[in-house]
Every structure is written in structure tokens, then in C-alpha cells.
């Protein structure tokens, strides 16, 4: 006898606690778990070069993640994260620096003084959509950067705070990029549980109802002006974290780290790795971050020398346009399409 060639061809629940679940199939669940170990064994056997570059690209997923939770899943348009990441990264080095705050007090509040200064800024959103809401955005970049440069006192002005301390937690010091590279991952897998999970929640699908039809939310009874500023909130506490451990990553903040080309670059993140998906600003955050090294590493093997900064931006930009051209919903799209042909194989449908 032949046996039985058995595959999976659906998804089948019987509870609710089961169609709920985060990974719904066994397939699911054991690509987490490699992957999962896949990032602590890269932790033991990288080089410092390359732990540097997965630190940077692990906090711009941090970020770009927070971004995703305000324009991906609620539909509110911002460019002004640079500034956003300003607010966490100087509320966090004033604090330990300045005042000596322990890590584990000043990663948090980083969070909490971004997320307020969000929901003020977002309050405009109760009123203006589209074009206007990205200049109420704009506005807000630009006044945080006016205090950032001004409030000399707080912030070191055009200077900036040096030596920033690294994070410590209780007897752990991440003071080198193989232990921060396991802070990093922890947060980042945190933030990613914690979003994944807001999404199942009632906040979470009022969010998607707000971005999918606002009009509609509010007349089923979904208050538009407490979810709008609490996406604005949400959206800029997770952005807080994010530019507190580039700034303790950094060891030194100063303006010019939280400018408008950064805010573009990170709704960059969120378009290419693909809007309203959690995956996607990882995907995003990699390859912005990984697009430079790779285009300077193909420079040097073929002309000797590095690529310039303007063929550098002009290749950025048209990466931009060619995912708006040919895959709109991003790197989540393509990965989502190659495990459903996989899932699907041999079968056309």
C-alpha cells in the first residue's frame, strides 16, 4: 500500500479561542519558533560590524512600526516621526544624563512624554484629512525641531547631549552591540506582540474601522475623537522607545538626527514593507536600512569606489516608485504570495 500523501489545504476551527490565535497552524508556529532561534544564535556567532548594522535596523523597525499603527492601520497620515523620535531620544538622554534617572525609568517615560506630545499634535486630526492633515504633521515637525534647537538648557541646542549612558537592567550592562543587540531584539519582539495583540482588541478594530470608513465608525458608535488622538498616542509612545535606544545606542543626540528627510524615510519603511501589517515594517525597516550597504558594497566591486550620495537617493526614490507601481501593499504582499504558492503547490488555485 501506497500510504497517504497528507497537506494542509485550509484552515478549520472549532473555537473561537482558536480562529483567535496568533499562529493559527502548526507550519506557523514551528517557522516562529526557528526564527526565533535563528535571532539569539545570530547574536552569539555575528561580528560587531554586523551586529551595529541589525541594532540600527531592529530600532528603525521599532519606529516604523509605530508609524504603521497610525497611518497602516488607522488611516491618519504623519511626517513628522523624525521629530517624534527627537522627543523620546532627548527626553531619555536628559534624563539619565541630566538628572540620573536609571534606564529602566527613562525608557518608559521617553515613551509616555512622545505619546503626549503625539495626542497634541494629533488633535488636528479631528478635522483635517489628507493633504491638510500632512500639513498640520508638518508643522509638528517643524515646531519640535524649534524647541529641539532652542531649549538649550534641556536639550544642548544645536550641540546636543553627549555621552549618554548605556542602558543598564538591574546587574545586565548593554554596553557593547552583542548586548544591545539582545535588548533590541527583546524590545522589538515586545512591541510586535504588543501590536499584534492591540489588533484583537476593541481599541485596535475601532482604529481599522476609523481608516476604512470614519464616517461609518462613528455612526455604529465608535468615538472619533478619543481613537484619533489615542492612535496619535499609541503611535508615538512605541516611536518614544524607539528613538530612547537610538539615543542610547548612539551615545550622543543632536537635531540634525531628527530632521524631515528621517520622517520620510520611515513612511519610506512603512510603504515599502507594506501598510496595516505588522511584518511589514520589519521588512521595511530592513531594507532601508540595508539598500544603502548593499548599493556601496556593488559600487566598490564594479567602479572601486563609493556609490555618491545623489545616484545613492535618486536609486532610494525610484525603489519608492517601483513598489507603488507594481506592489502597492509591499514586501507582506510578496512574502504572503510565496507562502501561498508553497501552501497551495502543485494547484493553480
Same mark, same amino acid.
Given at each position: 500500500?501506497?500510504?497517504?500523501?497528507?497537506?494542509?489545504?485550509?484552515?478549520?476551527?472549532?473555537?473561537?479561542?482558536?480562529?483567535?490565535?496568533?499562529?493559527?497552524?502548526?507550519?506557523?508556529?514551528?517557522?516562529?519558533?526557528? $526564527? #526565533?532561534?535563528?535571532? $539569539?544564535?545570530?547574536?552569539?556567532?555575528?561580528?560587531?560590524?554586523? #551586529?551595529?548594522?541589525? @541594532?540600527?535596523?531592529? !530600532?528603525?523597525?521599532?519606529?516604523?512600526?509605530?508609524? @504603521?499603527?497610525?497611518?497602516?492601520?488607522?488611516?491618519?497620515?504623519?511626517?513628522?516621526?523624525?521629530?517624534?523620535?527627537?522627543?523620546?531620544?532627548?527626553?531619555?538622554?536628559?534624563?539619565?544624563?541630566?538628572?540620573?534617572?536609571?534606564?529602566?525609568?527613562?525608557?518608559?517615560?521617553?515613551?509616555?512624554?512622545?505619546?503626549?506630545?503625539?495626542?497634541?499634535?494629533? !488633535?488636528?486630526?479631528?478635522?483635517? +484629512? *489628507?493633504?491638510?492633515?500632512?500639513?498640520? &504633521?508638518?508643522?509638528?515637525?517643524?515646531?519640535?525641531?524649534?524647541?529641539?534647537?532652542?531649549?538649550?538648557?534641556?536639550?544642548? *541646542?544645536?550641540?546636543?547631549?553627549?555621552?549618554?549612558?548605556?542602558?543598564?537592567?538591574?546587574? $545586565?550592562?548593554?554596553? @557593547?552591540?552583542?548586548?544591545?543587540?539582545?535588548?533590541?531584539?527583546?524590545?522589538?519582539?515586545?512591541?510586535?506582540?504588543?501590536?499584534? @495583540?492591540?489588533?484583537?482588541?476593541?481599541?485596535?478594530?475601532?482604529?481599522?474601522?476609523?481608516?476604512?470608513?470614519?464616517?461609518?465608525?462613528?455612526?455604529?458608535?465608535?468615538?472619533?475623537?478619543?481613537?484619533?488622538?489615542?492612535?496619535?498616542?499609541?503611535?508615538?509612545?512605541?516611536?518614544?522607545?524607539?528613538?530612547?535606544?537610538?539615543?542610547?545606542?548612539?551615545?550622543?543626540?543632536?537635531?540634525?538626527?531628527?530632521?524631515?528627510?528621517?520622517?520620510?524615510?520611515?513612511?519610506?519603511?512603512?510603504?515599502?514593507?507594506? /501598510?496595516?501589517?505588522?511584518?511589514?515594517?520589519?521588512?521595511?525597516?530592513?531594507? !532601508?536600512?540595508? /539598500?544603502? !550597504?548593499?548599493?556601496? &558594497?556593488?559600487?566598490?566591486?564594479?567602479? *572601486?569606489?563609493?556609490?555618491?550620495?545623489?545616484?545613492?537617493?535618486?536609486?532610494?526614490?525610484?525603489?519608492?516608485?517601483?513598489?507603488?507601481?507594481?506592489?502597492?501593499?509591499?514586501?507582506?504582499?510578496?512574502?504572503?504570495?510565496? +507562502?501561498?504558492?508553497?501552501?497551495?503547490?502543485?494547484?493553480?488555485?
Amino acid at each position: 500500500m501506497l500510504g497517504t500523501w497528507r497537506r494542509e489545504t485550509g484552515v478549520f476551527h472549532t473555537s473561537y479561542a482558536a480562529d483567535m490565535a496568533l499562529r493559527t497552524t502548526p507550519l506557523a508556529r514551528a517557522r516562529l519558533v526557528l $526564527l #526565533l532561534a535563528a535571532a $539569539l544564535a545570530f547574536g552569539d556567532v555575528a561580528g560587531r560590524y554586523e #551586529l551595529s548594522v541589525v @541594532n540600527q535596523v531592529g !530600532i528603525a523597525a521599532l519606529g516604523a512600526l509605530g508609524l @504603521n499603527i497610525l497611518v497602516g492601520f488607522t488611516g491618519q497620515i504623519s511626517v513628522a516621526q523624525g521629530a517624534f523620535l527627537g522627543v523620546g531620544a532627548y527626553t531619555s538622554a536628559y534624563l539619565t544624563t541630566r538628572l540620573g534617572v536609571p534606564f529602566w525609568f527613562a525608557l518608559p517615560a521617553a515613551g509616555l512624554v512622545t505619546a503626549a506630545v503625539g495626542g497634541i499634535f494629533g !488633535i488636528p486630526s479631528l478635522r483635517l +484629512k *489628507g493633504l491638510y492633515l500632512v500639513i498640520a &504633521t508638518l508643522a509638528a515637525q517643524v515646531v519640535i525641531e524649534w524647541f529641539i534647537v532652542h531649549l538649550v538648557p534641556i536639550t544642548g *541646542g544645536s550641540q546636543g547631549i553627549f555621552g549618554i549612558p548605556a542602558p543598564t537592567l538591574g546587574p $545586565l550592562v548593554f554596553d @557593547n552591540e552583542r548586548a544591545y543587540y539582545f535588548l533590541t531584539l527583546a524590545s522589538l519582539a515586545l512591541a510586535v506582540i504588543g501590536t499584534a @495583540n492591540l489588533f484583537r482588541t476593541r481599541v485596535g478594530r475601532a482604529f481599522i474601522a476609523i481608516r476604512d470608513q470614519d464616517i461609518a465608525a462613528s455612526v455604529v458608535g465608535i468615538d472619533l475623537v478619543r481613537y484619533k488622538i489615542l492612535a496619535f498616542a499609541v503611535s508615538s509612545f512605541v516611536v518614544g522607545v524607539a528613538g530612547a535606544l537610538q539615543a542610547h545606542h548612539d551615545t550622543v543626540v543632536s537635531p540634525e538626527k531628527f530632521d524631515i528627510l528621517v520622517s520620510i524615510e520611515y513612511l519610506a519603511m512603512v510603504i515599502i514593507g507594506g /501598510l496595516g501589517t505588522v511584518s511589514g515594517s520589519i521588512y521595511g525597516a530592513a531594507f !532601508i536600512r540595508l /539598500l544603502p !550597504i548593499f548599493l556601496s &558594497t556593488v559600487a566598490r566591486g564594479l567602479f *572601486g569606489g563609493a556609490i555618491n550620495v545623489a545616484t545613492r537617493e535618486a536609486i532610494f526614490g525610484a525603489a519608492i516608485v517601483g513598489f507603488l507601481i507594481l506592489e502597492p501593499r509591499g514586501l507582506a504582499k510578496l512574502w504572503h504570495d510565496v +507562502k501561498d504558492y508553497f501552501r497551495l503547490w502543485p494547484f493553480k488555485y
